[in-house]
């Protein structure tokens, strides 16, 4: 069955701190992999789009790697602000397909 | 910069009645799609829209949902009699094509009392 899996559910930094986000699926063969940004009661924002060829990509203080011999991506969030708290998905389009499956999320949290 | 929008943004309605969910997708975009997040849950695919027809649904769009594009610029999702079960958070998105990047909108959170 295609999943998407992330650690930890949830995260707590102080303002300034790095963190790393996990993710491991199972979907396969997959198009690409996205990591959103979801604020409490509003819709996801698209951070980053990695295809099965990329290991990283950066979005400002975002980096995403993939590992798609692994099926493992994470995503490296540098100098974290106040702003940055939220819940980060992790979301993967299949192969030949529109539906994106999407994980459950760690909820991140930082704290002055 | 251009942004999917939805409407209502909160909507209340008892078990049974019709509810007519909105979307302006961006104008450029050529697949429009709806997901549903209940409280708690994760994101799930309900359906995709390309050329005036569905494109893909998953096994949670059944008979009682169905999706128009009536106009050029609005994308609807209908849902005939709505169950309890139905309350959740629902997300419009568009994109460009076919897998590229897609673009949510704030959702309509809909409650079934």
């Known amino acids: 069955k295609n999943q998407v899996e992330q650690s930890p559910q949830s995260l707590i930094i102080l303002e300034g701190k790095n963190c790393t986000l996990q993710c491991n699926y199972t979907v396969s063969p997959f198009s690409n992999l996205r990591w959103y940004k979801q604020d409490t009661g509003r819709g996801p924002v698209s951070l980053t789009i990695m295809t099965f060829s990329e290991n990283t990509k950066s979005n400002g203080r975002y980096t995403a790697t993939l590992d798609a011999d692994t099926k493992q991506s994470s995503l490296h969030i540098t100098a974290s602000q106040l702003s940055d708290s939220a819940s980060y998905i992790c979301v993967v389009l299949a192969y030949n397909t529109d539906k994106l499956i999407f994980g459950t999320g760690t909820r991140l949290q930082v704290f002055p | 910069e251009p942004e999917v929008t939805q409407t209502p943004s909160h909507q209340v309605t008892q078990m049974g009645q019709e509810v007519i969910l909105r979307c302006v997708p961006i104008s450029n975009h050529l697949y429009f799609y709806w997901y549903r997040q209940i409280l708690g849950q994760k994101v799930e695919f309900l359906v995709s829209?390309?050329?005036?027809?569905?494109?893909?649904k998953s096994e949670i769009f059944d008979d009682q949902f169905s999706v128009e594009r009536p106009d050029g610029s609005n994308f609807t999702l209908k849902i005939r009699s709505t169950k309890l079960e139905d309350s959740a958070m629902y997300f419009c998105?568009?994109?460009?094509?076919?897998?590229?990047?897609?673009?949510f909108g704030q959702g309509t959170r809909l409650t079934v009392v």
């Open positions: 998105a568009s994109s460009e094509a076919r897998g590229t990047e897609a673009f």
């Open positions: 829209f390309y050329n005036n027809e569905i494109s893909e």
